[in-house]
């Protein structure tokens, strides 16, 4: 099999300017001889149809192509590592050859989590046995599917009472403390949707709770998921790839054991949940958690008991190969920048939601390229189209391979463009780092609304919820992840509605998708033409269509909340010099950049000045990396928009100082200001560090520290 690397593993990053100024000094040199005017292969494809055109041009009848490739992909569940996933891996690199794209394959080996086997009963206070309680998910009455369970869950026996905690949130344990009921020593049932699963877990080991049950929703569906904590990747090789020979920790190695739950974990159904929490006693339902089980007014308490729960799981850790496929559409003016195009393609359940929606949208971006390559036309850069395996146990393929690659990537990779679940309902929804905001919004104006006539996305995206709303992507549940927060890459994440009641149950399936998802697979049509068309923009343009002022923008908004929020204006005041910077680099840069779109593209003189541009404009975001991470949390890098360590913070950014906020409970005002303070300056200098950087030149200026920081709530 062949391996893909990019460099060899651990290369450094190159260093860009001196090589670039050499090169440059040379060219000045050059450039007074006279024009050499000859057809040249750069000269043929500049006066090619327009990529954009050719590319939408391929859009007649794709939404049939979607559909087939969507019911092929979910004819069977094909959860990571087990046999089916094979098969589903044969179709996507037959369909990516078929494309007549070069196209390998790189295997890992992490560490995955399965259920071995689990059983709960009902017992009376005397223990004697009440009901045995299902522990299968009623939506799949044939059990064709891999039983409901908690990746990573470790095993575990508990025989104790039950306490109802509603969503498993920070305040409804809060709201159980003051009904005077602790989950100390208890088996703590919650329903599904207080964040997530990992957290509410976390939460109630954090309350000495011996095991947690979440439920599903009343349709009879049950979601499986991991619960793994700390980060993305194989729990064995934390920062480096999970590659044949590589080291691997122990499972007794404190690294490992800070990845994984302490107590026991597992979804079970509606019916069981409510089955549990009609026989508890203690105070009385809250009305609102009555709603999450569909419960009566007079039925069940919060607990504890005084019925009992025999609760028993048991895990089965095994080392599993994994596989990546990757298609390669090489560059011909840049051959050595990347634009990458990602979708995971394993599965919980049949996966026609998550994430074969976006499978198939991949094989159909992939489709087209093929066709314009064998019409003529190469990309300005490098494409690379990833199909990722094993993201459901925690982002691993995508992990790995960024892990293997860091140094390459550091280097050369433009962006990473992500769709996992491209369609789950109706409307747009998308999150991006900043600079790609404009170049997102400019690329809905050319796709035609899949659901309304005569308007476009951008007309229809416009209207829905009062206007454009990008998210900021500090969450940690899509093969983004490692591309942002830890490699430091501009990314996008695309997908057709808000969500999916069916998410990680029986009922994801084709037939969901076809009768209520995207009966004609025009969603999906949209979402390949925004996917398509965002890649040949980042591949083809001569400067890169990156937009700082809008990240500038974005922090001063960012830098107002978190003032708000501290009831100080003290914060701001200190950031707005250093943001005013990035602004005023960014302002330059859109000027060079205007100046240099209106040279001859030919010349070379030309050309290597658009190269050093571009080279600042791609090592920009690397700047907001903290080589040494997060405190505590050394994987994550990004001192932006990396996930904050607290699931439910009020933050969605500065994740430094967020973690700061959520530790500083047991500290005294003088350390909490400390703490909050240093991680204010990381973030200053960080973006410092990207105003330099767009400058070309080093930091220029030095700003001391000289306030405090209040902690008031």
Not at 310 to 316: A, G, I, K, P, W
Not at 383 to 389: L, Y
Request: aromatic share 8%.
């Amino acid at each position: 099999m062949r391996h893909f690397s990019l460099l060899p593993p651990g290369a450094a990053v190159r260093v860009l300017l001196p090589f670039g100024l050499l090169l440059l000094v040379s060219l000045l040199v050059l450039r007074g001889r006279p024009a050499q005017h000859h057809l040249t292969v750069t000269n043929i494809r500049s006066s090619f149809l327009d990529p954009a055109a050719l590319y939408l041009s391929l859009s007649p009848g794709a939404n049939a192509t979607i559909a087939a490739d969507l019911r092929l992909l979910t004819a069977e569940p094909h959860l990571a590592g087990t046999p089916p996933a094979a098969s589903v891996a044969a179709h996507v690199l037959a369909r990516l050859r078929a494309a007549g794209l070069r196209t390998i394959t790189r295997d890992y080996t992490p560490l995955l989590s399965y259920r071995a086997h689990a059983s709960l009963a009902l017992l009376a206070p005397d223990r004697s046995l009440l009901a045995r309680l299902s522990v299968d998910e009623p939506a799949d009455p044939h059990r064709r599917l891999v039983r409901p369970y908690h990746a990573y869950s470790p095993s575990g026996a508990a025989v104790a009472e039950a306490v109802f905690v509603n969503l498993g949130r920070e305040e409804d344990f809060r709201a159980l403390d003051r009904l005077g009921v602790p989950a100390q020593g208890r088996v703590v049932v919650a329903v599904r949707g207080g964040g997530y699963r990992g957290g509410v877990v976390a939460r109630a080991a954090a309350r000495g709770a011996v095991a947690v049950l979440i439920a599903g929703r009343a349709d009879g569906g049950v979601e499986r998921g991991t619960v793994i904590l700390g980060g993305p990747g194989d729990p064995l090789t934390p920062g480096w790839a999970a590659t044949d020979g590589a080291q691997r920790l122990g499972f007794d190695h404190d690294a490992v054991k800070r990845r994984v739950p302490t107590i026991p974990s597992m979804p079970v159904s509606a019916d069981t949940a409510s089955a549990i929490v009609r026989t508890l006693g203690g105070p009385a339902l809250p009305p609102e958690w009555r709603a999450a089980l569909n419960l009566g007014d007079d039925v069940g308490g919060v607990g504890p008991g005084p019925t009992l729960l025999n609760f028993t799981y048991q895990e089965d850790r095994k080392m599993a190969t994994v596989k990546d496929i990757f298609s390669i559409i090489k560059g011909y003016e840049e051959p050595d920048r990347y634009v990458i195009l990602g979708n995971h393609r394993d599965a919980w359940t049949y996966g026609a939601v998550d994430p074969n929606s976006g499978t198939a949208a991949l094989l159909d971006v992939a489709r087209r390229l093929g066709i314009m390559l064998q019409s003529g036309w190469t990309p300005r850069r490098t494409i690379i189209i990833c199909s990722w395996d094993a993201e459901e146990f925690g982002m691993i393929g995508s992990t790995e391979w960024v892990e293997e690659n860091l140094g390459d990537l550091h280097s050369k990779a433009v962006a990473y463009l992500n769709v996992d679940c491209a369609v789950q309902g109706m409307g747009l929804f998308a999150g991006s780092t900043p600079q790609l905001d404009k170049l997102l919004i400019d690329v809905t104006r050319q796709v035609k609304d899949p659901d309304v006539e005569g308007k476009t996305v951008h007309d229809t995206w416009s209207a829905m919820n009062g206007g454009i709303s990008i998210e900021r992507l500090a969450r940690t549940d899509s093969d983004f992840a490692p591309f942002l927060h830890h490699a430091g890459i501009p990314c996008v994440d695309l997908y057709y509605g808000k969500e999916f009641p069916g998410y990680h149950t029986a009922l994801d399936s084709y037939i969901w998708m076809e009768n209520h998802g995207d009966p004609l697979f025009l969603r999906h049509l949209a979402i390949t033409e925004i996917w398509g068309l965002l890649a040949l923009r980042l591949a083809d343009d001569l400067v890169l269509p990156f937009d700082y002022q809008t990240y500038a923008s974005q922090l001063q908004e960012h830098a107002n909340v978190f003032a708000a929020m501290m009831n100080n204006s003290q914060p701001v005041n200190f950031i707005n010099g250093f943001i005013k910077d990035l602004s005023g680099a960014a302002m330059n840069v859109q000027k060079e950049a205007k100046e240099l779109k209106q040279l001859d593209m030919h010349d070379v003189y030309g050309l290597m000045r658009r190269r050093l541009l571009n080279d600042r404009l791609l090592l920009a975001e690397r700047s907001f990396l903290q080589a040494e991470g997060l405190q505590g949390r050394a994987w994550y890098k990004h001192l932006l928009y990396s996930p904050p360590e607290d699931y439910e913070s009020e933050l969605s950014f500065f994740p430094g100082i967020a973690d700061a906020i959520s530790r500083s409970g047991n500290h005294s005002a003088k350390q909490r200001q400390v703490a909050v303070r240093q991680e204010m300056w990381r973030v200053s200098m960080a973006i410092q560090r990207a105003a330099s950087v767009l400058r070309g030149e080093f930091s220029s200026h030095d700003k001391p520290l000289s306030f405090t920081v209040s902690l008031d709530p």
